[in-house]
């Protein structure tokens, strides 16, 4: 057992090995970046879509009073 120990442990701390899982985890927080930076930009937008849309409902509550 002690064996297996040491074989993983060469595995996993290898060059090639660490590299891999390290590009893999660094690709995988860009992409986590990137989606919350995506969500963001889809709240501001809903945001000031509701805002526009309030907006002309006042306008067109207004325009009926007059009219």
Do not use: W
Not at 7 to 25: D, E, K, Q, T
Not at 29 to 40: G, P, Q, T, V, W
Not at 48 to 53: G, N, P, S, T, Y
Request: hydrophobic share 45%; net charge positive; charged share 30%.
């Amino acid at each position: 057992m002690n064996n297996v120990g040491a074989i993983l442990g060469r595995v996993f701390c290898s060059g090639p090995f660490s590299f891999a899982l390290g590009f893999g985890l660094g690709v995988l927080a860009l992409y986590m970046l990137d989606r919350a930076r995506e969500k963001k930009k889809m709240e501001e937008t809903h945001k000031e879509i509701e805002a526009l849309v309030k907006a002309l409902e006042l306008r067109l509550q207004q325009e009926k009073k007059e009219g």
